[in-house]
């Protein structure tokens, strides 16, 4: 062995070398470091190949009986903390590692669990039953936010607040109605991480290097044992297809920039300038310097990660779009950003969860917000179109009414019948109902509105899609 090679274990390759990689290289291309999470996926999936090749007689029943009772102690001590997979060993990754572990410990048997099979179908398997497992843990966490946000649209049925575009006040809208715009976004991400979950749902075991194996081997079987759904028809693609990852990746970007959006408005709704809500003390942070401070920290904190989860999505698809077939060390670079993508997603799920459900709304503020702003000029002119006026004339009339009032500070509510007939004849009596905030928004009954009797049949719609989640 070369000179300057480390005092660890020689790689498990090392046959047709004469010098291996130092230290510091070799640690730069190891991914134990982040690969370790994946032992249990790891000893799942050799403990069904010993299986498959006992069964298929390519190994005796015997060294299979030993392969598996060694890595089951193996995984007991891994799960108990008393054995850890340290990257300091000098093991490449987390198959080399538990490898070496077995062999170690049950001899000449545990060198023939390889057989038949490469750390290209072996890592990439991994990482699909991680996949596969991650995706209905967030499916879960996302199924819980969004019952969440139905549950505190139906206790918030009456409550008015203004709805806006550009961030200037528009109509006003219902606060279920509000609520519930996000738990569409969260049902929507359900989806989409449970199509990314049957992305990850197959098997590529078997598929050995890149070309399968000479041994009589049962690809089915294999599948079969560890829950997946069926086996990948091509080995080029099981050894170097990434989309599950990509779509995952994916899956969480967008959730992430959905809990930002929400974020983002919590952040200003808790501000003293809107004042609409108040996070729950539990849910909020102090200043090392200011005592009169209450920061929504966590919210900001879910909105600063999605520069992150963004981040991962364009890392892999990046990864690559340049990589010819088959497998590429570029592929180990996988794993990160889905593991990333997947605790960020989990972390900020579980914080908004939380914040969601013991928000406090201020709805007296909501209140006399919905009455400023003039939210009901559509309606003043649509008051005038129902006595026949054209919809465009209309508008120009309510614009000048608005404009007077913006120059005399007053609000539309606060003009008296003869002041809007001093503007426009056809104004008379009927216009102060129109103007009534309860009545602009009660007679929204559009399908999918914010009237009253729409947001019913909406919350009965949230109702029918939340049982179909989780
Ligand atoms: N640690 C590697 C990865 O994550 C395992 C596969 C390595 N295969 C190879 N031929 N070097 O991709």
Redesign the pocket.
Known sequence: MGEGTSASAQPLWAGRFSEVPEDELARFGA?LAF?ARLWPQDIEGSVAHATMLAARGIISQEDADAIVAGLRGIADELAEGTLVLDPETGD??V?MAVERVLTERIGAAGGRLHTGRS??DQ?VLDTRLYAKAAAEQLMAASAELAGVMLARAEESRDVILPGYTHLQPAQPVLLAHHLLAYFWMFRRDYVRLAAARDAADASPLGAAALAGTTYPIDRAATAEALGLSGVIPNSMDAVSDRDFICDLVYACALAQVHLSRLCEELILWCSAEFGFCEMDDAHSTGSSIMPQKKNPDFAELVRGKSGRAIGNLVSILTVLKGLPLT?G?D??ED?EALFDAVDTLSGSLMAVTGMMRTLSYRVDHMAEAACEGYMAATDLADYLVSKGMPFREAHAVVGRVVARCVAEGRTLQDLSVDELAEMDASFDEGALAALDITQVVARRNSEGGTGHDAVEEQIRLAREALAEMA
């Open positions: 991914s690969d490449e990754d198959h750390r290209n890592s497998y060390k592929l180990q794993k």
